[in-house]
């Protein structure tokens, strides 16, 4: 089945803790994103990916990073959490045709919770 | 800079009349323009899409809709109502000069009432 997958879908954490939560994609997708949904505020774009090696800055990077080793991979580690950063995270891949004319793929979400 | 504005928070409808979910964009090249829902405790799921072509578009379990390149909008309907359709409902737009960015508005909660 055709699927994106992030783990874990619930991370409760302390302020400082270094974690990191996967994502993964079974479709050979090249583009890949990271976003934050919180409430009022819709989906705000963290960082994406266009290929392997290729990341760049989304509309909210700030506290987050980003690699993309393989294709299929590609993690959101927050080097020192702060409460600011609680919030519902989803992860979401398309093929990228010129333009960026296809619909993303999402992850059933991580509901992080940073105290 | 790109933007997509969601103008209602909140749409409530009775089951089998028609539903409107409004969407209006900016960007500087050619949009393309999306729909997503969502449901409680799950990610989102593509409905239908705008890229280029017929301005009426059809997608999932129904929905259609309309491009009006004039107005910058991207309205979302339906001719008539479930209430298995009570969801939020996301648009989103992609520029063609920029395919890595993507913008949502805040959502939409529609309440279909039996």
Not at chain 1, 34 to 49: E, F, H, N, T, V
Not at chain 1, 75 to 83: D, G, K, R, V, Y
Not at chain 2, 62 to 83: D, R
Not at chain 2, 94 to 101: E, I, L, P, V
């Amino acid at each position: 089945e055709a699927q994106v997958t992030q783990n874990p879908r619930y991370l409760i954490t302390v302020t400082g803790k270094k974690l990191t939560v996967t994502c993964s994609q079974n479709m050979n997708h090249e583009y890949m994103s990271w976003y934050r949904q919180d409430p009022g505020l819709g989906l705000r774009q963290i960082y994406y990916s266009m290929n392997v090696e290729v990341t760049d800055k989304g509309d909210v990077p700030e506290g987050y990073k980003v690699s993309r080793k393989e294709k299929r991979n590609f993690p959101l580690i927050l080097e020192s959490p702060s409460p600011n950063q609680t919030s519902l995270y989803f992860c979401a891949s398309s093929l990228v045709p010129q333009g960026g004319s296809s619909p993303l793929h999402f992850g059933n979400g991580t509901r992080l919770t940073v105290t | 800079a790109q933007s997509v504005a969601q103008p209602e928070d909140q749409v409530n409808v009775a089951e089998g009349n028609p539903l409107t979910v409004k969407c209006t964009y900016s960007v500087s090249g050619n949009p393309y323009l999306f729909w997503y829902v969502q449901y409680p405790n799950r990610g989102l799921q593509f409905l239908l899409k705008y890229i280029t072509g017929d301005n009426l578009v059809k997608g999932s379990y129904g929905f259609e809709a309309e491009f009006n390149k004039s107005q910058t909008s991207f309205h979302l309907k339906k001719p008539s109502a479930l209430v298995s359709d009570s969801a939020l409902y996301f648009c989103a737009v992609r520029d063609d000069t920029n395919a890595g960015k993507s913008t949502f508005g805040d959502g939409t909660t529609l309440t279909v009432k039996p």
